[in-house]
């Protein structure tokens, strides 16, 4: 299901069995170990051709799945034969077409079963529970992408004051599949955003007043509403970084992939220009002429910049102490990577290391030698 995210679980153990196990966390079989490794033990087998590109859409889905089983090998295996380079196998096993699951609920001794459900995560995940009673290690979060229906449309887009990229899919579309990870992605990238931007998606199958008022007639369709009340196409690339590009473009934010702040935010030009001449003075009554400027044209921002504040502060302390831009920059970026740091401080504090960049070369002066 679109929005979804999963956690998953440990990486592949080693396996005890004669068969070759992929650094995918799949089993990949061959006419030599097939029925060794099988043997009584339940598994979920996709019979698949390298070529095929409804295999290939498949595959990090299927890596996803053998990851969600894995270390429960003596339970369930999650496995796969090239059927094109193991025609044997696959003729076997009548596969006409790929790719082509099959469950084999005691090994190899049993009759399969075709698998026809949903090729989405948690359907596959959920079939193997039934048939196995072996439960994954998938643990769901909720999604960040805000779902919208027609009747929360008008408050959750048009009249929300906010900027709102809103994708129109259909639950059964392959690029809409396609995208859902990378859109999830741009979703997380602007939680601490959400007073201003919000990602979102409607399945225009079911919603459909509104796909039709707005002329969706493929899937994805993708359109920006903007605060002001404006609606435009997304015609931009689908990588994570073209989405957060148009976004900052359009909702003056200042996101890079990932998440963190681009190494402009908080950034005021005017006070960056007297930080670079504070740490060019080579006296320290040139430095503080330049400093009480600096915290007076700051204060003067402050309502309505908040970056401002910081400013003021870093100008105090670099005047006062030698080499204090230098070591709390140092600081400041250690605390950045300290991945236990929660998303609303992340920001600040990389708006004050982006700040306090401005003054990295700053001297000691001559007077204080």
């Known amino acids: 299901m679109l929005g979804k995210k999963i956690v998953l679980g440990a990486i592949a153990t080693v396996l005890s069995f004669a068969a070759s196990v992929t650094a995918d966390s799949v089993l990949a079989l061959t006419p030599k170990d097939f029925d060794k490794t099988l043997g009584s033990t339940p598994a979920l087998v996709e019979f698949y051709a390298p070529w095929c590109g409804h295999c290939k859409n498949l595959a990090p889905i299927y890596e996803e ?19 094109d380079a193991h025609r044997e196998l ?15 609920p005691k090994g190899v001794n049993s009759d399969p079963e075709d698998y026809s459900g949903g090729r989405d995560l948690d359907s596959l995940a ?3 529970t039934k048939k196995s009673g072996v439960k994954s290690s998938i643990v769901k979060v909720i999604p960040s992408v805000t779902v919208l229906t027609d009747a929360t449309f008008e408050s959750e887009v048009l009249a929300s004051g906010k900027n709102v990229l809103v994708e129109f899919y259909a639950p059964w579309c392959g690029h809409c599949k396609n995208l859902a990870p990378t859109y999830e992605k741009v979703a997380q990238d602007f939680l601490n955003d959400k007073k201003t931007v ?14 039709e008022k707005y002329g969706v007639k493929g899937y994805p369709t993708i359109k920006f509403f903007a605060a002001d009340g404006t609606v435009e196409d997304y015609n931009g690339g689908r990588s994570e970084q073209d989405f957060i590009d148009f976004i900052n473009k359009k909702a003056g934010t200042q996101r ?8 402009e935010a908080g950034r005021i030009a005017e006070l960056d220009t007297l930080a670079e001449k504070f740490s060019k003075a ?3 009554d040139e430095k503080k002429a330049i400093s009480d400027k600096a ?7 402050t309502s309505t910049n908040s970056s401002a504040k910081y ?16 070591t709390e920059a140092a600081r400041l970026a250690k605390i950045i990577k300290n991945k236990s740091v929660n998303r609303a401080r992340l920001d600040e504090f990389s708006i004050r290391h982006n700040i306090i960049s401005a003054f990295s070369s700053v001297p000691a002066a001559k007077d204080e030698l």
């Open 126 to 128: 959920a079939f193997v």
């Open 90 to 104: 696959g003729s076997r096993y009548g596969i006409k077409g790929f790719p082509t699951l099959k469950w084999f």
């Open 198 to 211: 919000t990602i979102a998606n409607l399945d225009a199958t079911v919603e459909t007043a509104t796909a």
């Open 282 to 284: 080579s006296s320290k």
């Open 311 to 326: 400013y003021s502060r870093f100008f105090e302390k670099a005047l006062a102490t030698p080499g204090y831009p230098t």
């Open 295 to 301: 915290i007076a044209l700051a204060a003067s921002l």
């Open 65 to 83: 799945l053998g990851q969600a089983f894995s270390g429960k090998d003596e339970q369930v295996l999650i496995a796969k034969v090239d059927a």
């Open 256 to 263: 890079v992939a990932g998440g963190s702040l681009s190494a």
